[in-house]
């Protein structure tokens, strides 16, 4: 499948440090792509090149067979046929809801473009707010106008910067299916920079991790939270153990449990575990301490510690008062790396 | 006469045109747009005077008035400077501190009347006073009467000019201290209460020191201005440099002479500017709070005497010259022709010059956006520039335009286009305080969403920059309006022969000793500029820091 959108090894600089460092990222239509990676991580500003709204010191940036950023070479950003959903949301003051989701339909006759705008805003279920201004709406209310008003030009990529971290956690859960519907029914090649983990692995079709300027990982959510490139990338998908190793023959053995390291030399090695490695075992499984127990409703938190190596697990069920539990290690929720 | 500065913005002016605008990440798309490049050229419009001014200096002279006179001038200049400095700030400062803490009659009313002496030039305070007050009026007539000695009662001296020009120019004082009061921390003076003050206590200990950098900015305006004044110290007989300025062309004709005291006033000015400045940085640190200030109600007494205090100040700088300026106008016929023809050149000038300086003003808002705004600071230079010194910096190119002129009609349009041009690099930065504030309610990222949504950077700025700043463009449009109206000593340098404006007319009056006659276009004048005077004190005073839509 062609890409729609295509960063090729672009860079940014800024005072001479890169905050986009030779990053590479494609977009397919009727894809939902998450950038996921901390603050100050450069996924914004990846964002931003992807726009047209920064410039690419080096790499380039291409739509098909066009392109629209390389060094020297600049598309605008209005000549882009790509949509942006804004962190502030962006909505003009001076302008009611309505004709903020018809501010780019300029070139429609009038009342084509109405029709537009008022379907556009269906699409979010908020059509009743259309007279409204944009100071009278929530923030819920203001994000889903912003992501009309960016859908309504019919783009064929739409760019989402951290769409959902303004929003309160009672709310999110429902604003972000509904804008997920919203952009899949669209049909738009979306990519959704943020920095909650969550946020990504449950909106993302394909998942790319950035750290420091540079893309650490593309792949299916499932994959690239299964299977880290490293213990860095291992952690910004979530909670994550680095336990030391010792490979002997194939195996690598921590102080929870062995787990197959198949191809690795003898030596030293360093085990990325999950909560969800460190599985209830009976006899068979090792013996460790439990250091800490939070209750956090649906499941247990349990701090474990062995051979002076702390772990963190997620149980349904201990022994109350249990001063010891018996695990084992589940690979599956298991890497191997190099000891660091 | 200048007028009506940056103090009259939406009120948490914020570093209105003299530093960056906040707005995060700068515009990276920066090629040289024709926006940028207007940018320049009007940043470059206003300083060229000031460098002709310059080069003018250091000519070699011809005669001119000794450097004893010289140093008297300079003298009685500093000492009226420091007098104003002083009496403007107390007047101002207590006005607002009444108006903004406490409750007492009439507290609503003089929020915003306090303010209308702005529509009042200082040339018409002092020819009212000055007439009230003069040996055979009616005041000395009465203490004579009634056996006292009216003599200690002058207004032409020194100690008179310092009390008209504090009347004429607290407004400023005020309403930058009005400002300030207003976006001061209620928590911290909640926390002070706590921490054991009393009110009087509160005041002195946080809210005086919070204010201070604001109050030292609305001096240094109030010292502008009457660094600037040219009207009411020639006519109360006070010799100051801008005065020296004036006759050194006009009685001496010798400009060089002219530009060297300019020079030195330019050196004042930009002194009262940097003060400005700091000033204003300071305000930053005032938080906003959503909570309103709680007003502390004065009882009757005390009320009483604030009602009275705001009624006097108000009659002082305003409604008795006026009202005496009305009773002298009634004693002679007008001449109506050559009034009506002054108040159209007037209104005329005013019209052309807000749209030459809004125009500059635009490019410079819109073109510098979001960036480092050196082309607002160049313009700030020329709205501290006394009207007397962006004249003789235009004189040149203007002599220059008088001998050249075939038609006598083409020498006269272009003398009006360098008076126009002259009131354009004078008031720019005034017209920039209020666009800049405006525009602060466009994030950059609504600037980047109409441009990911297919507009182009200047149909951005039609689109969302201009309709969201409208407001603020009026505001400007109205100040400029009002300043060009008042406008004396440039006028009178440049203006081409026979060329009456309403500041004109009056002062030609009562240089004459006409003061009858002088009193209709001065009060035509106070009529023509009260009503936007009004509009932007009221919209000032329904405003409140902190408190605006998102």
């Known amino acids: 499948m062609t890409p729609v959108l295509e960063a090729r090894a672009v860079s940014r600089l800024f005072a001479g440090r890169p905050a986009v460092d030779r990053a590479s990222l494609q977009l397919h239509p009727g894809e939902i792509t998450a950038l996921l990676g901390p603050s100050g991580s450069g996924k914004s500003t990846l964002l931003r090149i992807l726009a047209g709204l920064e410039p690419a010191d080096a790499g380039e940036v291409r739509a098909g067979g066009r392109r629209l950023s390389a060094p020297g070479l600049h598309v605008a950003p209005e000549q882009r046929d790509i949509g942006m959903v804004f962190q502030d949301y962006a909505l003009f003051p001076h302008l009611s809801v309505l004709d903020n989701v018809a501010f780019g339909l300029r070139r429609l006759p009038r009342p084509e473009r109405e029709l537009r705008a008022r379907g556009e805003l269906n699409r979010v279920r908020l059509l009743d707010r259309a007279a409204s201004f944009p100071n009278t709406l929530s923030g819920g209310e203001q994000q889903r106008v912003a992501l009309a008003r960016a859908l309504a030009r019919d783009p064929a990529v739409i760019l989402l910067d951290e769409p959902f971290s303004g929003l309160d956690q009672g709310l999110r859960t429902e604003i972000r299916d509904m804008a997920l519907d919203a952009l899949r029914s669209a049909g ?13 692995l449950l909106t993302a079709d394909r998942l790319a991790l950035m750290e420091s300027g540079r893309i650490l990982q593309t792949g299916v ?24 190793a010792q490979v002997r023959a194939g195996w690598a053995c921590t102080a929870y449990g062995e787990i197959a390291a198949p191809g690795r030399p003898d030596g030293p090695a360093l085990v990325m575990a999950r909560p969800e490695a460190f599985r209830p075992a009976e006899d068979d499984g090792r013996e460790v301490a439990v250091a800490e127990r939070r209750f956090a409703g649906g499941a247990l938190r349990l701090t474990l510690m062995s051979g002076g190596v702390p772990a963190h697990a997620r149980w349904r069920f ?21 000891p660091v | 006469m200048r007028a ?19 707005r995060g990440a700068p515009w990276t798309l920066a090629a040289p747009s024709p926006l940028r490049l207007a940018a320049l050229l009007a940043a470059a419009l206003v300083v060229l005077p000031l460098i002709a001014v310059t080069f003018l200096a250091f000519q070699p002279a011809e005669a001119g008035p000794s450097p004893a006179i010289l140093a008297r001038y300079a003298q009685d200049t500093a000492l009226l400077a420091a007098g104003v400095a002083l009496g403007a700030t107390g007047l101002g400062a207590v006005a607002a501190w009444l108006v903004v803490m406490h409750r007492f009659p009439g507290r609503g009313l003089f929020e915003w009347a306090l303010a209308l002496p702005l529509a009042a030039p200082a040339y018409v305070l002092a020819y009212g006073w000055a007439d009230l007050l003069d040996v055979a009026g009616p005041v000395h007539t009465a203490l004579r009467t009634a056996g006292l000695d009216p003599n200690w009662l002058q207004v032409r001296t020194l100690p008179g000019a310092v009390l008209l020009l504090s009347f004429a120019f607290y407004p400023y004082v005020y309403l930058t201290a009005r400002a300030a009061f ?10 002070a209460r706590t921490l054991g003050c009393s009110p009087r206590q509160v005041f002195f200990r946080v809210a005086l020191p919070l204010a201070r950098p604001a109050l030292a900015a609305g001096a240094a305006l109030a010292v502008m201005e009457t660094l600037a004044d040219y009207g009411a110290v020639t006519y109360l007989g006070v010799q100051t440099l801008t005065t020296g300025v004036v006759r050194a062309f006009t009685s001496y004709g010798s400009p060089e002479v002219a530009a ?19 000033g204003r940085s300071g305000q930053t640190y005032a938080a906003r709070s959503g909570r309103p200030l709680g007003r502390t109600d004065l009882g009757p007494v005390a009320g009483a005497v604030a009602a009275a205090f705001c009624t006097a100040l108000l009659l002082a700088a305003l409604l008795i010259p006026a009202i005496w300026l009305a009773i002298r106008a009634g004693q002679a016929a007008p001449d109506l022709p050559r009034l009506a023809r002054a108040g159209a050149t007037s209104l005329g000038m005013a019209a052309a010059g807000t749209a030459v300086t809004l125009g500059l003003a635009v490019a410079i808002a819109f073109g510098a956006r979001g960036r480092t705004a050196w082309p607002a600071r160049v313009a700030s230079l020329g709205y501290a520039t006394p009207g007397a010194v962006m004249a003789i910096g235009l004189l040149a190119p203007a002599a220059l ?14 003398g009006l286009v360098l008076l126009l041009y002259a009131y354009a690099a004078r008031l720019t930065a005034a017209a920039l305080g209020p666009i800049d504030a405006g525009l602060t309610r466009v994030t950059p990222s609504m600037d980047r969403a109409a441009r990911t949504l297919g507009e182009t950077e200047a149909g951005a700025l039609r689109r969302v920059h201009a309709p969201v700043a409208r407001g603020a463009l009026w505001t400007a449009a109205l100040l400029v309006f009002v300043d060009v109206l008042k406008e004396l000593p440039a006028t009178l340098i440049l203006r081409p022969f026979n060329f009456d404006t309403l500041a004109v007319a009056a002062s030609n009056y009562a240089s004459d000793e006409r003061l009858a006659q002088a009193a209709w276009p001065a009060l035509l004048l106070v009529a023509l500029a009260v009503g936007p005077v009004l509009f932007l004190s009221r919209r000032i005073a329904r405003s409140r820091p902190g408190g605006r839509r998102p």
């Open chain 1, 188 to 200: 738009a090649a979306a990519l959704i920079v943020t920095h909650d983990a969550e946020d990504a």
């Open chain 1, 221 to 244: 959510p499932e994959e690239v939270y299964a299977r880290p490139v490293s213990l860095a990338a291992a952690r910004l998908t979530g909670d994550a153990d680095a336990l030391p």
């Open chain 1, 318 to 338: 201990t022994q109350p008062g249990a001063q010891t539990v018996r695990v084992r290690l589940d690979s599956r929720f298991c890497a191997v790396f190099d």
């Open chain 2, 4 to 22: 009506t500065p940056m103090a009259l913005t939406e009120v948490p002016a914020p570093e209105a045109a003299f530093a960056r605008r906040p």
């Open chain 2, 182 to 191: 207003l976006s001061q921390p209620v928590c911290s003076l909640d926390a």
């Open chain 2, 260 to 278: 060297r005291l300019s020079l030195a006033l330019l050196g004042a000015a930009a002194l009262m500017l940097w003060l400005e400045r700091s």
């Open chain 2, 401 to 414: 335009i008088w001998r050249t002129a075939g038609a006598p009609a083409a020498g006269v349009i272009a």
